[in-house]
Antibody
């Protein structure tokens, strides 16, 4: 099971950290990703991290502003989002191997 | 970046009919790296097909996928009421892991 938290209303230029608590498996042992969906729009892949953490990928739209990480002790995945823009407004899903998905966390960037 | 184009944008069919959804890639994609998802309103995506033709856990056998190179297809036989939703294809063979824009399957 995957449970996201941390979604909120934030002003443009602000920061937010999303968390994804996992149960039933270890985040350190599998490929984890973040995918987002703007209101009324399609799915957009955001970032992925390999099991060993040696490989991290970002979409061009978030590279340099977002950071994916995980805490093995807490069995959780994170997405640190800085310099937020209105176009980052979306529901953010964490996913294990794209086969298991959380329920999503809503991030709204607006003044 | 591999661009995935899905067609049609909207497909209107009746329960019991067969749906054929297309996903075309801008360059060759490994058939082992194509997935299909179903998304119902207000819900997270659900993995239907991975590796182009393998059904996900618990997915009914009326869902099938096929394709290679740049052309991939999702077929849903004998549509059930719960099948009317939005469907996305995705390639996860090379970063960025792009999605198609989606096909909405609606009741005729």
């Amino acid at each position: 099971q995957l449970v996201e938290s941390g979604g909120d209303l934030v002003q443009p230029g602000g920061s937010l950290r999303l968390s994804c608590a996992a149960s039933g498996f270890t985040v350190s042992g599998t490929y984890m990703s973040w995918v987002r969906q703007a209101p009324g729009k399609g799915l957009e892949w955001v970032s992925s991290i390999s099991p060993g953490g040696e490989t991290i990928y970002y979409a061009d739209s978030v590279r340099g502003r977002f950071t994916i990480s995980r805490d093995n002790a807490k069995n959780s995945l994170y997405l640190q989002m800085n310099s937020l823009r209105a176009e980052d407004t979306a529901v953010y899903y964490c996913t294990r191997l794209f086969s298991h998905w959380g329920q999503g966390a809503l991030v709204t960037v607006s003044s | 970046e591999i661009v995935l184009t899905q067609s049609p944008g909207t497909l209107s069919l009746s329960p019991g009919e067969r749906a054929t959804l297309s996903c075309r890639a801008s360059q060759t994609v490994s058939s082992s790296s194509i997935a299909w998802y179903q998304q119902r309103p207000g819900q997270a995506p659900r993995l239907l097909i991975y590796g182009s033709a393998n059904r996900g856990t618990g997915i009914p056998d009326r869902f099938s996928g096929r394709g290679s190179g740049t052309d991939f297809t999702l077929t849903i036989n004998s549509l059930e009421p719960e099948d009317f939703a939005v469907y996305y294809c995705q390639q996860y063979g090379s970063s960025p892991y792009t999605f198609g824009q989606g096909t909405k399957l609606e009741i005729k």
